[in-house]
C-alpha cells in the first residue's frame, strides 16, 4: 500500500506541480486545476502501475483521496517498502508542464 504522501509525489512529478498544499479532501479540477490533460497523464501513471481504471469509475473521481484510495485499490500488487519510488525520467515525459 503506497502512503498518501508517497502517491501524491508520484502525481507530482509526472505533472510537474506542487501538491504540497494538497488533502485527500481536495478537489483535483476546482482546487488542484486538473484538466483533462492532467488527468490522462495520471492514468497513465495508473497504467504503468497495472492499474486501469474502468470508464465509468473515471468520471467519479472528484478527489485527490479519490485517486489515492483506487491508485492502493486496484493496485495488482501492493508495494513493498523497500520498492522504490520511480525518477521522473522513469514516468516518461509527461504532456502536463504547469
Given at each position: 500500500?503506497?502512503?498518501?504522501?508517497?502517491?501524491?509525489?508520484?502525481?507530482?512529478?509526472?505533472?510537474?506541480?506542487?501538491?504540497?498544499h494538497a488533502t485527500p479532501q481536495?478537489?483535483?479540477?476546482?482546487?488542484?486545476?486538473?484538466?483533462?490533460?492532467a488527468m490522462i497523464e495520471v492514468?497513465?501513471m495508473f497504467s504503468n502501475y497495472?492499474?486501469?481504471?474502468?470508464?465509468?469509475?473515471?468520471?467519479?473521481?472528484?478527489?485527490?483521496?479519490?485517486?489515492?484510495?483506487?491508485?492502493?485499490?486496484?493496485?495488482?500488487?501492493?508495494?513493498?517498502?523497500?520498492?522504490?519510488?520511480?525518477?521522473?525520467?522513469?514516468?516518461?515525459?509527461?504532456?502536463?508542464?504547469?
Amino acid at each position: 500500500m503506497l502512503e498518501l504522501a508517497e502517491f501524491t509525489h508520484l502525481v507530482e512529478i509526472r505533472l510537474r506541480v506542487d501538491l504540497n498544499h494538497a488533502t485527500p479532501q481536495s478537489l483535483l479540477r476546482e482546487e488542484l486545476s486538473f484538466d483533462s490533460l492532467a488527468m490522462i497523464e495520471v492514468l497513465i501513471m495508473f497504467s504503468n502501475y497495472g492499474i486501469n481504471l474502468p470508464e465509468d469509475l473515471i468520471s467519479e473521481l472528484r478527489t485527490l483521496g479519490d485517486l489515492h484510495h483506487y491508485f492502493n485499490a486496484l493496485s495488482p500488487r501492493p508495494m513493498s517498502e523497500s520498492e522504490s519510488l520511480p525518477e521522473a525520467a522513469d514516468l516518461g515525459s509527461p504532456a502536463v508542464a504547469r
